[in-house]
């Protein structure tokens, strides 16, 4: 690991404002991403800020009737809050599929979204990585694949976004609010938050140098039947083959939200509108432009599969 030096900030303005005077720093609440990255020199940083005395750990109502997220609550707390259980189930069960016990202690709503990928490519600082230095190509492409993306990636990167907290607040419509370096906000979609590789792997999401995430805002419950099914290699700790989150209405109609299988959360509402007509007129519609290995092709039976299941299970009651 580097040497680095520690800032403890006591405001976000302040958190965001010492970013920018340091190239090179990063933001450090859980640290259970950044940490391993920068044990393996993947991470370099020179300066940390630790954002952890920012209060804000706190959830609540919004006048709009949804509820606010502090990008500090820790993923343990989100899934078991009881607002969270009854009216966001999708969230709830996407953050309980997650990492382990001791992690979602420790894992932070913002850090989650900032996660970065676990593509093994990305990882190897042996091999060439377009999203760890840009321009020096993509391993994976010619390598094994099979867990990295079908679709939405790249001649630059078919590396996936490994969060299943994002998934669902993909479905739910969320807005990611952030505090600038010159201190003025503004809030960010959700579905305009993670970006595709294009040729720019390595810029993986829309915040500017210093900006801050301060929380994560719902709007107004979904009804509905709230699931969130993962397909893995084993039962814990593993992150998803495929992952799918559905909401879907007593009359059939619904959303859908893919992990596992894209650089982002992937959904594609026009698919949605074929809930209806069953998980393959669905998954037709999402994964229209899949691109696949021979490695990963198992992906687009197993996502229609899964959706099947679900939808099945959904009417089932």
Request: hydrophobic share 40%.
């Amino acid at each position: 690991m580097k040497a680095f030096t520690y800032l403890r900030a006591g405001t976000p303005a302040e958190a965001a404002a010492a970013a920018l005077q340091h190239p090179r720093a990063r933001f450090i609440a859980g640290g259970t991403n950044l940490l391993d990255l920068m044990k393996l020199e993947i991470e370099t940083p020179t300066h940390l800020i630790d954002v952890n005395g920012l209060a804000l750990d706190k959830m609540e109502a919004t006048p709009a009737g949804g509820l606010r997220i502090g990008a500090l609550v820790r993923n343990t707390d989100l899934a078991a809050d009881e607002n969270v259980r009854r009216h966001y189930g999708v969230l709830s069960r996407a953050l309980l599929s997650g990492a382990s016990g001791q992690l979602r202690n420790k894992a932070t709503t913002a850090g989650n979204l900032l996660q970065r990928t676990r593509c093994p490519y990305f990882y190897d600082t042996n091999q060439p990585c377009n999203k760890r230095s840009p321009g020096s190509g993509c391993s994976a492409l010619n390598g094994y694949s099979r867990q990295l993306a079908i679709v939405g990636a790249s001649d630059a990167c078919i590396a996936t976004h490994p969060s299943d907290m994002a998934v669902a607040m993909r479905i739910l419509d969320a807005e990611v609010e952030t505090v600038r370096p010159d201190g003025t906000t503004r809030v960010i979609p959700i579905a305009d938050f993670h970006k595709l590789p294009g040729t720019t792997p390595h810029i993986e999401n829309a915040l500017v140098p210093g900006e801050l995430i301060t929380a994560v805002t719902l709007p107004k419950p979904v009804g509905g039947a709230h699931v969130y099914r993962k397909v893995r290699d084993r039962s814990s700790y593993a992150f998803a083959l495929i992952s799918v989150a559905a909401i879907v209405q007593p009359d059939g109609s619904g959303r859908v939200a893919l992990g596992g299988v894209a650089h982002k959360p992937w959904r594609v509402e026009g698919a949605e509108q074929k809930m209806r007509n069953g998980a393959k007129a669905v998954v037709d519609g999402l994964l229209a432009d899949a691109r696949t290995t021979p490695e990963n092709a198992f992906k687009v039976p197993l996502v229609q599969r899964t959706l099947h299941s679900v939808l099945a299970e959904v009417k089932k009651g």
